[in-house]
T-cell receptor, first 114, second 112 residues
């Protein structure tokens, strides 16, 4: 157990639907990162939050949004889902922002869009 | 921003032999380089990291080397075992965007 909790572990939904993925960071970590990993692909950075504020954005589609709440948990919202959105979505957390802040990853949410 | 290239994309090694994975980075300001191991169905796990003030770091069968001049770093796994089979990701700290930039991954298969 890495200390980063992601729910649900698996999600199957239809095209056009909306889903919410949840992440609880490791205790004491203020920064949360979201990554998308498609089949046999690398880790695509989506978005980062630090202590409730959006810090950096990657290749995140406009159909996707995220937020970090006062208790530091984060949610990634995916709407108008398409078949191509099927992927593993990982959340990672770190103590702060800066070099040397190693990321701790959760075990991911596998999203299947049918 | 930082750009990280990783090679090879796949690597098969006989059990007991050594494996080497190489990464290059573009931003000379980068000073932190972690390596992650992702086993099937799991999230990536940090296995070793190196900072730019050292050239090599070892942890049992795993070592990482860094050449700042050439802007490349490598992961070395000696005496490989079946449990080393996984996807390995290198990363470099992107000062401009204040985040880690990951390589594209190497699928390592240990052949018994």
């Amino acid at each position: 157990d890495s200390g980063v909790t992601q729910t649900p572990k698996h999600l199957i939904t239809a095209t056009g639907q909306r889903v919410t993925l949840r992440c609880s960071p490791r205790s004491g970590d203020l920064s949360v990162y979201w990554y998308q990993q498609s089949l046999d692909q690398g880790l695509q950075f989506l978005i980062q939050y630090y202590n409730g504020e959006e810090r950096a954005k990657g290749n995140i589609l406009e159909r996707f949004s995220a937020q970090q709440f006062p208790d530091l948990h984060s949610e990634l919202n995916l709407s108008s889902l398409e078949l191509g959105d099927s992927a593993l979505y990982f959340c990672a957390s770190s103590v702060t922002v800066g070099p040397g802040s190693g990321y701790t990853f959760g075990s991911g949410t596998r999203l299947t869009v049918v | 921003g930082e750009n990280v290239e990783q090679h090879p994309s796949t690597l098969s090694v006989q059990e007991g032999d050594s494996a080497v994975i190489k990464c290059t980075y573009s931003d000379s300001a980068s000073n932190y380089f972690p390596w992650y191991k992702q086993e099937l169905g799991k999230g990536p796990q940090l296995i070793i990291d190196i900072r730019s003030n050292v050239g090599e770091k070892k942890d049992q069968r795993i070592a990482v080397t860094l050449n700042k001049t050439a802007k490349h770093f490598s992961l070395h796994i000696t005496e490989t075992q079946p449990e080393d089979s996984a996807v390995y990701f290198c990363a470099a700290w992107d000062f401009g965007n204040e985040k880690l930039t990951f390589g594209t991954g190497t699928r390592l298969t240990i052949i018994p």
